[in-house]
Structure formats: C-alpha cells, structure tokens
C-alpha cells in the first residue's frame, strides 16, 4: 500500500511540475508598423507681404512686411520662378523693373523682372528643415525716372521647391 501511495503521490508531483512548466512557456506576438517619406516637396500656409511707398514717395514701393510661406522640403531647394500680377495694375507692367528676394536657412536669392520679362530665375537656395517658413520680398520701380502711377498694386511671387 505504501508503495502505491508512493507511486501516486510522484505520479501527481510530476503531473504538477510538467503543469508548471508548461506554464512558463513564452509566445511572442508581432506588431507591424509602416510609414513613407515622401520624395516631393509642400508648402503649407502662405502669409501675404505688404508693400509701402519708399521714404513716403511715388518713386519706389519697397517690402514693409515680408511674405511667407511654410516649407516641407528639407532636403531639397527653392527658387523664386516668376513673379506676376493678380490683375491690371496703374502703371503697365512693361513699365516697371521688379525685384524679388527669397530668403531661407540663411540663404538668399533674386529674381528680375523688367520691362514685363522676367529674367532667369535666380540660385537655387537650401530649403529650411521642415515645417520653418522661408520669407520674400519684393521691389517695385518704374523704368526711367518717372513716378510710379497712383493705385493698388497687386503681386503674386511663385516659389517652387524641388528635391
């Protein structure tokens, strides 16, 4: 009778350490994560920039406060590829000498338009980190020495970033 109690007693203790063993057994699970990095550039918002008579006069309207714009490109470049009016403006565009700088991560670059031409688009400047804005400015004259027209004066500035 001992023996057999002997034999079921190590029947069950082994029945608890195989149990208990199994216990500890480790299963692992998996959790997949993915992302893209673009290749391409964006802008986010823009601010417009204002424009005022230099030194109170009609000779010249300079930048008074710089447009801006929000750039997501940080590996790449911008350039200032034209500059044009929203509609007709007092003195004919083929009249004027226009300067735009763009300024970004401490670079600047300027583009001329003259006599309604625009000339070639200036360097090429390093784009700021991601989500930091780059600011333009702009300069308006008339050819000659001649006043510039009375009335508003609206301009759009295209920047166009490329990686």
Do not use: H
């Not at 034999?7 to 208990?20: E, I, K, N, P, Q």
């Not at 992302?35 to 920039?49: I, L, M, T, Y």
């Amino acid at each position: 009778m001992l023996r057999r109690s002997l034999f079921v007693s190590t029947l069950m203790l082994a029945g608890v350490v195989g149990f208990a063993s199994s216990a500890k057994a480790q299963v692992n699970g998996t959790i997949l994560f993915n992302g893209k990095v673009s290749d391409a550039c964006a802008f986010g918002s823009s601010f417009e920039g204002a424009l005022a008579a230099e030194n109170g006069t009609n000779r010249k309207l300079v930048t008074n406060t710089p447009g801006t714009i929000e750039v997501n490109c940080s590996t790449g470049n911008l350039q200032i590829t034209n500059i044009s009016t929203t509609a007709a403006i007092p003195t004919p565009e083929t009249e004027l000498n226009i300067k735009s700088t763009l300024m970004s991560a401490g670079n600047s670059t300027t583009t001329m338009k003259n006599a309604g031409v625009l000339g070639a688009p200036g360097a090429v400047v390093t784009a700021p980190a991601d989500g930091v804005r780059a600011s333009v400015t702009l300069e308006v004259d008339k050819l000659g020495t001649t006043p510039l027209n009375p009335g508003n004066y609206d301009f759009i500035v295209t920047v166009t970033a490329t990686k």
